[in-house]
C-alpha cells in the first residue's frame, strides 16, 4: 500500500464532489494522488477489502477495484445507477457477496451500472467478475445448512432456504471478465452460488469474457433479461441442481467459445456426485442463440450429467448442432419427460439433436412446435443499457 493512501469515510468524498451519501458507509482505502492528498478526483476512489460497514457507491462517481471487494453476512453494498466501477488486472480482483450479505445494485435502462476493466486496451480475463453466494439448496451437499466452497476464493455458499435474498441487480453490465486463478479455477461474468429466488436478477449482460458468462451453481433464483454477448468459454451454464426460471435470454458469439448453453445436472468437478438427491431443472423461456455459422460452431446447446430442463420459445441460428444430448440420466429425463422443447425455429442448423445418452427416443419425443420459436426478442428490451 503506498504511504498516500488514507482510510476515510467515503461518504466525506461522496458530500465533496456530489453533495449526497448516507451515514452509513463504509471505510474504504480512497487513494489520494499527490502528496498529502491534494488534487483528489472522483476517477482517484479505490476500493477493495473487507466492508466492515455498509457501503454505498454513488452515482456519478467513478471507482477502481484494486483488490478483492468482499461484503460479508449482515452487510449491504449500494450500487446507485450509473456507477462505472473499474477493476485492476487480475483474477483475484473481484466482488464478491457473501452468504447473509446483500448487494442493491439498481440501475436504469438508461444510466446502467458497469463494471470493466481499468486497462486503455481491455481484454476479455482482465479482472475476476461478481460472485454472489446464497444459502439456497444445492445438490453437492447433503443435508440441512452444510455448505461447498466457491471455486474462486474458497467462499461458502448452499444451505435449505430456497427463498433466500442476496438482494437486487437490475440493469447491471460486466464486461471483459473471466480472470483464471489456475486451469480448474475461473472467474465468470457473473457467479450466482446457492442463490435464493427471493433475490431479483433482471437485465443484466456479460460482455467479452473469457469464461461463462452466467453460471448458476445450483440454487433457485429467477433470472430475466440476460445478455451474453462474446463469452470465449460457455455464455449460460448450470450445475449443482439449480432449478430457477431464465426469461428472455440472448447469445451472441463472435470469437472462440464453448457452448451457447451447457447444462450439468451435477458439478462433475466435485467428487463423486453423480446420484444427487435432485438434478437441476430449470425452466427457459425465450432464448436466442447466435452462432457464427453451421461450418464454424458445434453445439448451441449441451445437456449433460443428468440435468433436466424444459425449452420454451427458442431460436436457433447457426451451428452444427442444435442440442447435444450427453449420458445416460440424461436420457432418463427425456424418457421420463422431463426434458423437452416446445415452439423452436432452426436456422443454419446442420442437425436439430444428438443423442448420445444411450436411451431410446426420437427427436419428435423431445421437441414439438419446429417453425413456431421467435426467441427472446432482443431488441424491445436491450436499448441503452447494453453493449453491442
Known sequence: MKANIFILKIVAIAMLFVGCASDDTADVNINLNGDGGS???PEDLVI??????DLTLVTGTEYLLNSALIVPEGFTLTVEPGVVVRAA???DVYIAILQGATINAEGTSSNPIVFTSATATPNPGDWGGL???GK???NSVVGGDATSTSEIGGLPYGGSIADDNSGILRYVRIE??????DAASENNGFSFYAVGNGTTIEYIQAFEGADDGVEFFGGTVDASFISVIGAQDDSVDWTEGYTGTLTNVYIEHRQSHDKGIEGDGFNTDIGNNSNPVFWSAPTVTNLTINGRGSSNENEAIRLRAGTRAVFNNVFLKGFAEGFDLDDTETGN???AAETSVTDITFDDITLNLKNDTGAT???ADVITGVGNGTGADYGSWNSGWTRN
Open 176 to 181: 471483459f471478465s473471466g480472470g483464471a486463478a
Open 136 to 138: 439456497a439448496p444445492i
Open 48 to 53: 477493495g477489502g473487507t466492508l466492515t460497514e
Open 333 to 335: 429425463g427425456v424418457v
Open 89 to 91: 488486472t487480475g483474477s
Open 361 to 363: 427416443f426420437t427427436e
Open 131 to 133: 460472485i454472489i453466494l
Open 39 to 41: 488534487n483528489v478526483n
